[in-house]
């Protein structure tokens, strides 16, 4: 198993510019998400999704959009680059648990944006 | 939004000591998590712990979950150069209908740096 796989692992955008980032799971979880790390604030969610053709808006979602067309797949797609979302960025997915919602992260892609 | 609050923020301490970290929240957790970041990789669950009052070992680490279910401890004993790295607690929460949100919340994250 390949576990939670991201692509690209660095990128460098200029602002306005547009660009997806790419996630794959191969453990059948049903739910996915994205996340972006920066320095002091932990992880906020951006996007999640609890099965294919279901998606939902986390606590910072503006200046993006997700697609859940299979269950492997979660796209992330940056709509007009700003400085502000420079960050990393990390997918993640898990079972759909009601205990726990156990969460497995991918390797994460270092976005900057200029 | 739910807030956690994740104390301290830096920690850098000597070979052989003692240390423990905390998480907090004004509202009670379905769930909550402690997950190790290092750097260039993804965070990995260390633990789980879902009923007030439990407690969970990992080695040399220690886990309670407060019996109101409003925060959590993660205790190193003898701490070793090899745990250095970001701990990051992180929570479920009940929704208005009573069930848990498949959402985590997250806290800004401890980093621990163990000096030999």
């Known amino acids: 198993n390949a576990g939670v796989t991201q692509t690209p692992k660095f990128q460098v955008l200029k602002t306005g510019q547009s660009m997806t980032l790419q996630c794959a799971q191969d453990?059948?979880?049903?739910?996915m998400s994205w996340y972006r790390q920066d320095p002091g604030m932990g992880l906020r969610l951006i996007h999640y999704?609890?099965?294919?053709?279901?998606?939902d808006q986390g606590e910072v979602p503006n200046g993006y959009n997700v697609s859940r067309s299979t269950t492997e797949d979660f796209p992330l797609r940056l709509l007009s680059a700003a400085p502000s979302q420079t960050s990393v960025y990390f997918c993640?997915?898990?079972?759909?648990?009601?205990?726990?919602?156990?969460?497995?992260f991918g390797p994460g892609t270092r976005l900057t944006v200029t | 939004t739910q807030l956690l609050e994740q104390s301290p923020q830096f920690l850098s301490i000597q070979e052989g000591e003692n240390l423990t970290v905390y998480c907090n929240s004004s509202?009670?957790?379905?769930?909550l998590q402690w997950y190790r970041q290092e750097p260039g990789e993804g965070p990995v669950l260390l633990v789980t712990?879902?009923?007030?009052?439990e407690v969970k070992k990992l080695k040399r680490l220690t886990f309670q979950f407060g019996d109101a279910r409003k925060d959590s401890s993660l205790h190193i004993t003898a701490a070793q150069p090899g745990d250095t790295g970001l701990y990051l607690c992180?929570?479920?929460?009940?929704?208005?209908?009573?069930?848990?949100?498949?959402?985590?919340?997250f806290g800004q994250g401890t980093i621990l740096t163990v000096h030999p």
């Open positions: 993640a997915s898990s079972r759909l648990d009601r205990s726990s919602y156990e969460q497995y």
């Open positions: 453990m059948n979880h049903e739910y």
């Open positions: 999704s609890v099965g294919a053709g279901i998606t």
């Open positions: 509202s009670v957790f379905s769930s």
């Open positions: 712990v879902v009923t007030g009052g």
């Open positions: 992180a929570g479920t929460f009940f929704n208005a209908g009573g069930t848990s949100y498949g959402k985590l919340t």
